[in-house]
């Protein structure tokens, strides 16, 4: 069996004297989609942070394995090199578009390291030498391809923080999808999504994976985008993971249903006692 | 929201006399607290030398009074349209077409012009003191506007760079080749020009390491000091730079070799001419436009490249950059030291124009002012900081020539001692009036099917 595109080793992150995420380890499968879900608080976006290179874990080891059997540890990586070399993206909860520039910028930027080496880091490009132009076109032509998958195409000229939450939302996704990802990461894609958006987001998750190929780890609170669409679901609760599996089983587990729903205090020490936590 | 604005436009309400009233004696009280202590007593002396308080309460006077009309015609100008937004503003088509190859058209032509118009003598002042001061003014607002409109990053001390290039020219002009390669005398210019834009560049660099981490206001105040700093060292180490005397008799540029002068071999005598100093002033004008188009031209390549999309983005937002893999350490170099070289450039030319300069060319206010023109212009687009800089240099060169005030004002009135006071008002009115400078659309660097303005109120302005 090969390697699993990421696996997190006893990923530990403390600020201060807060344990956010205590001795976390799971895999996300190649060809797949991952949520990680949880009640607020739960350390979820933290572990995105860790994965993503914002915050360098306490302790532990995050592999991401190429198709290829190229292996790079995540928390070793400066941030930017993440995107640029294990070829991890990701979206945020608070959605971060250049808002100033067009949509088509916006995809634009995304392809800034390939782009950079075909301006002949700028220096060609200035003395307007090289095949800089013939570059940026396929460039754009990439970015037209996906305001298409999106629907967004008659948009591509006008500035991203004048479009629709939702439309932002799907933008957000395709800037992150133009870096080429092996793993997207997405932070609450669904929230603020009406219910045909969110089907939206649905159908545009599953061609990312099946027609891109990229791995998806998502975290997300809608249980219908989570369990429709997800192949493996990961849960954690104050830190620590407390269920592992396919979305059938997670939806029947006592201890998640207790942390979601809350229990009293005994009962929850008896379930941790059932389960062996 | 909408509807309430079209309904306020629609019923304009009736101009609130009373409010006006209040709201403009209030103005006036505060403008009488203000003025008694600095309208009302002045200190003088008198024949025996004695300081004596002189009372001015006639001025006090008029300035309540001035003060209290004012507000009730700013508040009659106001009436009903306090919620109106304002819409971007956008040069109809035919005009944003075919100004800038007109205005291109008319600097060029304008030393002859002005020649035309003149005569020789007579024309220098309006080619040098107008024409060069106002373009070497717009060279550097379009440096600095690639640090401060494009990346986002406030750099209050881009007058370092202006100076690291006069004194890179100055010093190896006048030390390094004549000791070294004299025949290259009357290349000095052409061969430091280059040279002093990358030692710009590299302080630049050297500038921009420590700074990485800083945002907002910590940048700007770092800067500042950087700024101080290298007015310090070249005011405090003599032996190098000659302290307050500064370096003088800084070979002038020669027309590729040819000396501006009144020899047998001089640009005169060579082209059949008669002596005159118009055409080295004529020809340092065409130096310092090729100087100026060249930074604008490679500011709107460098603006259509990735690196300068990625200045935008990290405007745009630090965090989302990192997270699309772009090295937002380099990023910020490379607009530091691009940047910084063409202050190099400007510096370099501003050394040979002058002939002699001093660490008093690269105070404080130097910097403040290029700012003004890049904030002004309006963040990152050129041709706003073309327009702010003739408004500002050129306006307070004009206030030399506006010779009948002095007949409205008394022979002892000096307009130009008023220049700060009309700086203040300007920017006053400005923040007012159009708080996103000029020019407050951004273009897009790239057109899929249609060009549109940006509004200025989505481009954010950077954080530091």
Same mark, same amino acid.
Request: hydrophobic share 40%.
């Given at each position: 069996m090969t390697a699993p595109l990421l696996s997190l080793h006893h990923l530990s992150m403390r600020f201060g004297g807060l344990l *956010?995420?205590? &001795?976390v380890s799971f895999d996300v499968r190649r060809g797949e989609i991952t949520a990680l879900i949880g009640p607020n608080g739960a350390g979820k976006t933290t572990v995105f942070n860790c994965i993503t290179g914002f915050y360098k874990p306490t302790e532990g080891m995050i592999a991401l394995t190429h198709e290829d059997g190229t292996r790079f540890l =995540?928390?070793? =990586?400066?941030d930017y090199r993440i995107n640029e070399k294990a070829r991890v993206a990701r979206t945020f909860q608070n959605i971060r578009l250049f808002?100033?520039?067009?949509v088509l910028e916006n995809l634009l930027v995304a392809q800034h390291n390939p782009l950079m080496a075909a301006s002949g880091w700028t220096v060609l490009g200035v003395l307007g030498i090289g095949g800089y132009r013939r570059r940026e076109q396929e460039a754009v032509d990439k970015a037209v391809a996906w305001l298409e998958r999106i629907g967004l195409v008659d948009r591509a &000229? &006008?500035? *991203?923080? &004048?479009?629709p939450y939702g439309d932002q939302r799907r933008l957000e996704i395709a800037r992150a999808m133009c870096t080429d990802p092996v793993l997207l990461c997405l932070d609450e894609? *669904? *929230?603020? =999504?009406?219910p045909r958006e969110s089907l939206e987001l649905n159908a545009l998750l599953r061609s990312v994976r099946d027609r891109d190929g990229t791995s998806v780890l998502l975290i997300e609170h809608d249980m219908s985008v989570v369990m429709e669409i997800s192949d493996h679901v990961v849960v954690l609760d104050y830190g620590i993971k407390i269920a592992d599996g396919a979305p059938d089983e997670i939806r029947n587990d006592p201890k998640v249903i207790a942390a979601y729903l809350g229990v009293e205090d005994e009962e929850v020490a008896a379930v941790e006692a059932e389960v062996g936590a | 929201m909408a509807a309430r604005q079209d309904a306020s436009a629609a019923d304009?309400?009736?101009?609130?006399l009373a409010a006006a009233v209040k709201d403009a004696g209030f103005a006036a009280l505060v403008m009488l607290g203000l003025s #008694?202590?600095?309208?009302a007593l002045r200190s003088d002396q008198n024949m025996s030398n004695q300081l004596v308080l002189a009372q001015r309460w006639d001025s006090v006077v008029l300035a309540c009074v001035l003060v209290f009309f004012g507000r009730i015609a700013v508040a009659w100008l106001r009436? @009903?349209?306090?919620a109106a937004p304002s819409k971007p503003f956008v040069l109809p088509p035919v005009l944003a077409r075919t100004g800038p190859p007109a205005a291109l058209a008319f600097v060029v032509a304008y030393p002859l012009l002005m020649l035309a118009l003149n005569g020789p003598l007579g024309s220098i002042k309006w080619i040098d003191n107008f024409g060069i001061q106002i373009l070497i003014y717009i060279m550097l607002g379009w440096g600095l506007n690639i640090v401060v409109?494009?990346?986002g990053l406030l750099d209050l001390g881009y007058v370092a760079f202006y100076a690291v290039g006069a004194y890179s020219y100055a010093l190896i002009a006048t030390q390094v080749i004549p000791a070294t390669?004299? %025949?290259l005398g009357l290349w000095a210019f052409w061969i430091c020009l280059p040279i002093s834009g990358i030692l710009a560049g590299l302080w630049g660099i050297i500038l921009g390491f420590p700074v990485l981490r800083l945002r907002g206001d910590y940048l700007a105040i770092v800067t500042l000091a950087f700024g101080e700093i290298i007015r310090l060292v070249l005011i405090n180490w003599v032996e190098f730079s @000659?302290?307050?005397a500064g370096i003088s008799s800084i070979p002038r540029p020669s027309f590729f070799g040819i000396p501006?002068?009144?020899? %047998?071999? @001089?640009f005169a005598a060579v082209f059949g001419l008669e002596f005159s100093p118009i055409y080295r002033t004529i020809f340092l004008f065409y130096v310092i436009l090729i100087l100026a188009l060249l930074t604008a031209a490679i500011s709107v390549r460098l603006r259509r490249l990735p690196v300068g999309r990625a200045w935008e983005a990290l405007r745009e937002d630090e965090i989302a950059c990192r997270s699309l893999g772009i090295n937002t350490t380099n990023t910020k170099l490379t607009a530091f030291a691009i940047g910084a070289m063409f202050g190099g450039f400007a510096g370099c030319f501003f050394a040979a124009r002058q002939g002699f300069i001093s660490?008093?060319?690269? #105070?404080?206010l130097e910097s403040a002012q290029i700012l003004a023109i890049v904030v002004l212009g309006g963040m990152g687009s050129l041709a706003g900081v073309v327009i702010a800089a003739i408004l500002l240099v050129g306006g307070i060169e004009i206030l030399r020539e506006l010779d009948f005030l002095k007949q409205v004002f008394g022979p002892?009135?000096?307009?130009?001692?008023y220049r700060m006071l009309i700086f203040g008002l300007a920017m006053v009115l400005m923040m007012l009036w159009k708080p996103r400078g000029l020019i407050s659309t951004r273009e897009p660097?790239? #057109?899929?099917?249609e060009r549109k303005a940006i509004s200025g109120s989505l481009v954010k302005e950077g954080h530091g």
């Open positions: *956010a995420v205590n &001795d =995540l928390e070793r =990586l400066p808002q100033g520039m067009t &000229d &006008d500035p *991203a923080g &004048d479009l894609p *669904a *929230a603020g =999504l009406n | 304009r309400p009736a101009f609130d #008694v202590p600095i309208l009436r @009903g349209k306090a409109g494009l990346a390669y004299p %025949d @000659g302290g307050y501006f002068n009144a020899s %047998d071999i @001089g660490p008093e060319s690269f #105070v404080f002892d009135f000096d307009a130009t001692q660097s790239i #057109v899929h099917r």
